[in-house]
């Protein structure tokens, strides 16, 4: 199973981006998939997660309404869409994907075996 993080870069606060997710080597239907980030000096959290067919998310509080988690099973993608970005938003993020039988929320960065390499996101003031 392989992960591939993309579209990260520098972006000025209240601007977009948007991030993908390619996986190969897994029957990607069958996975759970979340994004997650890690900031310098701060733990991963789980930014948003997909259930397995994408009627199903779940994203932190605090990209509510900004950020829009989706995929698409016949591309073996996932996507994050970042809208109104803030400097706090600066991270680097990483797609993980787990296969799962269930659509439980599944938000800890333990409940996930693979991984991608990371994509940096700068926000600037």
């Known amino acids: 199973v392989q992960l591939q993080a993309s579209g990260g870069g520098l972006v000025q606060a209240g601007g977009t981006l948007s991030l993908s997710c390619a996986a190969s080597?897994?029957?990607?239907?069958?996975?759970?998939v979340g994004w997650f980030r890690q900031a310098p000096g701060e733990e991963r959290e789980l930014v948003a997660r997909i259930s397995r067919r994408g009627t199903n998310t779940y994203y932190t509080d605090s990209v509510k309404g900004r950020f829009t988690i989706s995929r698409d099973n016949a591309k073996n993608t996932v996507y994050l869409l970042m809208n109104i970005l803030m400097p706090e938003d600066t991270a680097i993020y990483y797609c993980?994907?787990?296969?799962?039988?269930?659509?439980?929320?599944?938000?800890?960065?333990?409940?996930?075996?693979?991984w991608g390499q990371g994509t940096q996101v700068t926000v600037s003031s």
């Open positions: 080597g897994l029957t990607f239907s069958n996975y759970v």
């Open positions: 993980a994907a787990d296969r799962r039988y269930d659509d439980y929320r599944y938000v800890r960065v333990d409940q996930y075996n693979y």
